[in-house]
Nanobody
Framework: QVQLVESGGGSVQAGGSLRLSCGASGRTFSSNTVLGWFREARGKEGEFLAV????????KYADSVKGRFAISRDNAKNTVYLQMNSLKPEDTAVYFC?????????????????WGQGTQVTVSS
């Protein structure tokens, strides 16, 4: 069993930056584990943001965050990060990390084996 724990959320003014972390406990990620970040704003459906394949450095982003957000991982710490720059009020949401043993396309549609509990990000104008 894998537990994912997000951290790093908070409140920031528009134009600011935050770095979210997602640490895994219980088991280390295998080389083909796909990890991703999603968000859910109040009253809206969940939105895929970014995905990374653990040991292959294959990365994909949603168009809405491309150029502003960056996903990365630290093998030694068994942790995946989401660096968020140039934040906008519309980025306000609960951010979740997720892991899948399947494929990028599977995770992109929200089919994950594991989910974190979420961390709130609030961007004020």
């Amino acid at each position: 069993q894998v537990q994912l724990v997000e951290s790093g959320g908070g409140s920031v003014q528009a134009g600011g930056s935050l770095r979210l972390s997602c640490g895994a406990s219980g088991r280390t990620f295998s080389s083909n584990t796909v990890l991703g970040w999603f968000r859910e704003a109040r009253g809206k459906e969940g939105e895929f943001l970014a995905v990374i394949v653990w040991n292959w450095m294959i990365i994909k982003y949603a168009d809405s965050v491309k150029g502003r957000f960056a996903i990365s991982r630290d093998n030694a710490k068994n942790t995946v990060y989401l660096q968020m720059n140039s934040l906008k009020p519309e980025d306000t949401a609960v951010y979740f990390c997720a892991a899948s043993a399947a494929s990028i396309s599977t995770l992109q549609v929200g089919e994950a084996d594991y989910w974190g509990q979420g961390t709130q990000v609030t961007v004020s104008s």
